[in-house]
């Protein structure tokens, strides 16, 4: 078994240096402003290729998530959870919710990003926002 | 847009074939290695061969799966042919079709083998199958995401919340298929499964359980696709396709917004208002579904994504109306990938044409007419009806 690895084309790497600055980036396009992600080349709404490397706020909501009960990765030993967020800025990003897990369903939940060290890479995290009221 | 642009039964089925896959799922996990992808192709090819009494000097189109290289399939069956490529199954019909309405071939064989047990292939982890054609399969493994079924099981935790339906109702999938399985003596799990055994079941990505998820085995598959009067001339029981599309989501798929939004099913409806059309049927005429079913998931997203159903209410169809040989309309007849034989598709396309021709044994659906064909995988929807 390995670990995990990034996917890292041309157009990725100035979204991993902008997560070890702890300032998550994307591409926004200069014509319509949509964001992209993952990274490209080119706006998938209005066909535009300029686009400027821009901070996102790092407010989201999940929705949806899953735990994993087995291991497929040497990095990852299961139990561990996976949610899916849906950014501010409209693009949907899978990552990890850490810290406190809300009681019930995860699914319309308010969160934030974070940041964490793992294997060689500082990449992005999301925790609650709200504090879990719902118990 | 031209729905009906290439005309209903332009081609028909005149031949099957498949190697014995509990016979080659017990030499593998005996330890032994009966063939690679290339042989259990060639053995399928022969069986559909002598099934539709034609020779090998009539086939004049190949088309191969995606695990083995076309002209080496060529040269090991020793086909010279003007027309040929490599498809996974449900492509391989509708190039298969395509061909035969614009003259290119007349007899297609359609070739497919797969040692991904023998073989070890793994479709999760940092040598995931798939990942130079889905982005998808390999971008978000830095967060430990991987597997397709992970992506199902995402997909099924919001779909279950939004739609309403339980893991209970899910389990419905599992249990009409083993049951399907138990009357079909080439399936691999036979042994009839209830929804408490499902429930106790463990899960791998939760929420999906163990019986979610395809089964991983050797084996081949093979069919003959002949025009359509070609195939009343040579053909004994020719199976017309009386319908048949695709429509591809493609826009947000890495970042999984056709899965998590609007689970395929605008690409289903699209399809289905396509080959509905062409074959002038709806889904009431359907005896029986064929759902390509790597994970449980898509059979529920299928039935009411082609209006087999309301939306919303596909839990309670599947549990009150049935989707098994028992009740309802049945749904994966030999027991699909959770508990047939993983076969990519290709063993559906057997299937429907054995329950068309009457060929289906204990699990016979009674005067069997039309079975409806879908597949949806990471979005790309197609579907083929295949009819008298």
């Not at chain 2, 797969?114 to 399969?137: H, I, P, T």
């Not at chain 2, 695709?246 to 605008?266: I, K, M």
Request: overall charge negative; hydrophobic content about 40%; glycine content about 10%.
């Amino acid at each position: 078994m390995a670990n995990s690895q990034r996917v890292l084309s041309l157009y990725d790497l100035p979204l991993w240096d902008s997560m070890e600055r702890q300032k998550m980036a994307l591409p926004r396009c200069s014509h319509c402003e949509r964001f992209r992600y993952p990274p490209g080349p080119i706006c998938a709404e209005c066909n535009s290729m300029d686009y400027e490397w821009t901070e996102i706020s790092g407010e989201g909501t999940i929705l949806s998530w899953v735990v994993f009960h087995r291991q497929y990765f040497e990095d990852f030993p299961q139990p561990y959870n996976v949610i899916a967020v849906r950014l501010a800025e409209g693009p949907i990003v899978v990552s990890n919710l850490v810290g406190e897990e809300p009681q019930g369903s995860w699914i319309d939940r308010p969160v934030s990003i974070t940041y964490r060290r793992h294997l060689d890479r500082t990449q992005h995290a999301f925790k609650l926002k709200a504090p879990d009221t719902n118990s | 847009m031209r729905l009906a642009g290439m005309a209903a039964k332009t081609a028909s089925v005149i031949g099957i074939g498949q190697t014995d896959w509990p016979a080659d799922h017990a030499r593998v996990r005996a330890g032994q290695k009966p063939h690679d992808s290339y042989g259990y192709a060639a053995e399928a090819f022969v069986a559909a061969l002598a099934d539709a009494g034609i020779s090998r000097a009539d086939v004049d189109g190949l088309i191969v799966g995606p695990t083995v290289a076309y002209e080496r399939v060529g040269e090991l069956l020793g086909l010279d042919v003007r027309w040929g490529g490599q498809a996974d199954a449900m492509l391989a019909v509708l190039e298969a079709c395509m061909a035969i309405h614009s003259g290119q071939a007349e007899v297609v064989a359609l070739v497919y083998g797969n040692d991904q047990r023998s073989a070890a292939v793994n479709y999760g982890g940092a040598d995931a199958q798939g990942g130079s054609a889905f982005l998808s399969y390999i971008y978000h493994a830095p967060w430990g995401f991987t597997s397709q079924g992970a992506l199902y099981a995402l997909m099924a935790r919001r779909y279950m919340q939004e739609r309403g339906m339980s893991e209970a109702e899910l389990a419905e999938v599992a249990v009409a298929q083993r049951l399907a399985a138990s009357r079909n003596p080439q399936a691999l799990m036979r042994k009839p499964i209830t929804v408490e055994d499902y429930l106790a079941s463990p899960y791998i990505c939760e929420p999906l359980h163990l019986f979610d998820y395809c089964l991983i085995n050797d084996g081949g598959v093979a069919l003959i696709i002949a025009e359509a009067g070609k195939a009343k001339r040579i053909g004994r029981a020719p199976v017309p396709i009386h319908g048949i599309g695709r429509h591809d989501l493609n826009t947000g798929a890495t970042s999984l917004e056709p899965r998590l939004t609007d689970f395929y099913q605008p690409a289903q409806r699209a399809v289905g208002d396509q080959v509905f059309t062409m074959a002038s049927l709806g889904p009431s005429d359907m005896d029986a579904l064929q759902i390509y079913d790597s994970f449980s998931l898509h059979i529920p997203l299928a039935l009411e994504g082609y209006g087999y159903c309301k939306t919303g209410e596909v839990g309670k169809f599947m549990r009150e109306h049935g989707i098994s040989l028992a009740k309802g309309l049945p749904v994966n007849t030999g027991g699909g990938h959770l508990s047939e034989s993983y076969m990519q598709g290709w063993n559906h396309q057997i299937e429907a044409v054995r329950q068309l021709r009457g060929e289906a044994g204990e699990r016979q659906v009674p005067d069997c007419r039309h079975v409806h064909y879908s597949s949806d995988v990471a979005g790309k929807a197609v579907s083929i009806i295949y009819g008298h």
